[in-house]
C-alpha cells in the first residue's frame, strides 16, 4: 500500500510518518526511511531500495523532493516497474508532502490513502483522509495527537538532499547561457516549420 501524508510545514507531517514507523517496527516490520530514525534503516537515496526488499516500510519525507515533478523523466524505469509491483515484495510506502500535486503524478496514481493535515492546534491535529484517484472516495476526518515522546526518535532538522552538490550552479551566467540556447532553438524551429507552409 502506499500512503502520503500532506500539510503545511509545521504541521506534523514528520512526525506522525515518524510514529507510523515506530507502531510497524512494533509489528516486526523492517523499516527504511530517507531521514534518521531511531530503530529504522537509513537510507539516502529510496530509489536503490525499490526491487531489493521485501516485506518492508519504507518511508520517504518530502516525497516531492524525490519524486519531483519537474524530474520526472530522469528518474530510472526500474524504480517505476518495481513500484507499480511493490504489493508483490510484500513493501509498503508511507511518504510525506506539503501537496499531493507536488509528487511525480505516476506515483500519485498508485497512492491508496491521502491523509491530509488542514488543521493544526498545539499537538492538535485534524486529518481529512481521502483516496486521491479521480473520484476517489472520502474517508472522513480523523483526530491525531502529537505525542512529544516521538521526537527522540528522529532529528526534526534534517534536510533531505535530493540535489547533488555538482548539480547545483553559482554561476548566473550558466543559467543565461542554458535560456539564449533553448531561445535560439525554438527560435530555429519556429523558422522551420514557418518555410515548410509556404
Not at 509528487?103 to 491530509?116: D, G, H, K, S, T
Request: hydrophobic letters at 40%; one cysteine or more; charged letters at 25%.
Amino acid at each position: 500500500m502506499i500512503e502520503i501524508i500532506t500539510g503545511l510545514p509545521g504541521f506534523g507531517k514528520t512526525l506522525n510518518a515518524t510514529n507510523m514507523a515506530l507502531k510497524a517496527m512494533k509489528r516486526g516490520k523492517k523499516v527504511y526511511a530517507n531521514y534518521p530514525i531511531k530503530g529504522a534503516e537509513y537510507v539516502e537515496d529510496p530509489f536503490l531500495l525499490f526491487g531489493r526488499v521485501k516485506n518492508a516500510l519504507i518511508v520517504i519525507d518530502e516525497m516531492s523532493i524525490v519524486f519531483d515533478s519537474l524530474k520526472l523523466y530522469q528518474i530510472p524505469n526500474r524504480v517505476w516497474i518495481e513500484l507499480r509491483q511493490h504489493r508483490h515484495d510484500g513493501v509498503d510506502i508511507l511518504g510525506t508532502a506539503q501537496s499531493i500535486s507536488d509528487v511525480a503524478y505516476p506515483v500519485r496514481r498508485l497512492i491508496q490513502f491521502e491523509y491530509n493535515i488542514f488543521f493544526k492546534a498545539l499537538r492538535l491535529c485534524v486529518v481529512h483522509v481521502r483516496c486521491p484517484q479521480p473520484r476517489g472516495d472520502q474517508y472522513g476526518k480523523r483526530i491525531w495527537i502529537l505525542k512529544k515522546k516521538i521526537w527522540d526518535y528522529y532529528d526534526t532538522t534534517f534536510k533531505i538532499q535530493k540535489m547533488k552538490d555538482e548539480e547545483l550552479s553559482e554561476n548566473p551566467l550558466e543559467v543565461e547561457n542554458n535560456y539564449k540556447q533553448f531561445t535560439e532553438l525554438q527560435n530555429s524551429l519556429m523558422f522551420q516549420s514557418l518555410r515548410g507552409l509556404k
